[in-house]
């Protein structure tokens, strides 16, 4: 059985960078399509994306400061997150999907994903 686990989460100050990491049990994680998702107080929103091919893909209130990346000897995607903002504090989900997207197609909403880790939470104090 398949199982992502999330991890890095904490309490952080605005300004400040954390790592989250996104371990996938069961199977090799560079045969998913991996994407993270945030929730705050409304709907479950996406961040990044990368591909089996490594492709990425960012949100537009993330890019620059936030970067995916697979580390395939650990079986993980993680999401480096830099210069954090107060609206950046929510509840962080990693998911995956078998199927191939990119590089020009990504998946940015959480119907396309049917695996779900439980969640890492992120606060940034201003």
């Known amino acids: 059985q398949v199982q992502l686990t999330e991890s890095g989460g904490g309490l952080v100050q605005a300004g400040d960078s954390l790592t989250l990491s996104c371990i996938v049990s069961?199977?090799?994680?560079?045969?998913?399509?991996v994407a993270w998702f945030r929730q705050g107080p409304g709907a479950r929103t996406f961040v990044a994306t990368i591909?089996?091919?490594?492709?990425?893909f960012y949100a537009e209130p993330v890019k620059g400061r936030f970067t995916i990346s697979r580390d395939n000897a650990k079986n993980a995607v993680n999401l480096q997150m830099s210069s954090l903002k107060s609206e950046d504090t929510a509840v962080y989900y990693c998911?995956?999907?078998?199927?191939?997207?990119?590089?020009?197609?990504?998946?940015?909403?959480?119907?396309?994903?049917?695996?779900w880790g439980q969640g890492t939470q992120v606060t940034v104090s201003s």
């Open positions: 069961g199977r090799a994680s560079s045969t998913y399509t």
């Open positions: 998911a995956a999907d078998e199927r191939s997207w990119g590089p020009k197609l990504f998946p940015t909403i959480a119907s396309d994903f049917y695996r």
């Open positions: 591909t089996q091919s490594e492709d990425t």
